[in-house]
């Protein structure tokens, strides 16, 4: 099964309207879900794996045989679709959906796999994509100062050796 083209985040107005829910995410460094600013604690490098995935293909169904795969490689577990199902239920416990069916929440649960409805700029790899490309065009511009600027916050946003 392929991926699906993106879908619209849940909680916005067209998509540029603010998140319903203040979390951000970070991949650049330890895999970590912060709600209003203080971290969430998800354990386990598995279910920060599942995360991960998810957060680089936001508003996009990604399969289950993707997932798995990124898991476990060529050989995954006899148990693998249940094991599957308890670490996104593990992510969903940790995104404060405790109870949801997953659908209508942030991570809902799709034909074939799992979508994580948030906005991009709610990922700090994602920002930090946008800001090379504003730094990258302000360069090409001349406008020297600005792309240093860009440049200088994309950065920031390391804080380690990703996906860990």
Request: hydrophobic content about 40%; overall charge neutral.
């Amino acid at each position: 099964m392929t991926d699906s083209p993106p879908q619209p985040p849940a909680g916005h107005s067209g998509g540029t309207g603010a998140p319903t829910h203040r979390l951000s995410f970070s991949l650049l460094g330890r895999v970590q879900i912060q709600r209003d600013g203080r971290p969430v604690d998800l354990r386990g490098r598995k279910p920060r794996a599942v995360l991960a995935m998810l957060l680089l293909q936001p508003n996009r169904v990604v399969s289950c045989e993707r997932l798995m795969e990124g898991l476990w490689g060529d050989t995954p577990p006899r148990s693998a679709t249940n094991t599957l199902q308890a670490f996104v239920s593990r992510v969903r416990a940790a995104l404060g959906e405790i109870g949801s069916a997953g659908n209508g929440g942030v991570l809902e649960t799709a034909p074939g796999g799992y979508l994580l409805r948030i906005d991009p700029s709610q990922v700090d790899v994602h920002r930090f994509e946008a800001l090379l490309e504003r730094g990258a065009a302000a360069y090409g511009q001349s406008d020297y100062a600005a792309a240093r600027a860009f440049l200088d916050e994309a950065l920031e946003l390391w804080k380690g050796d990703p996906f860990l």
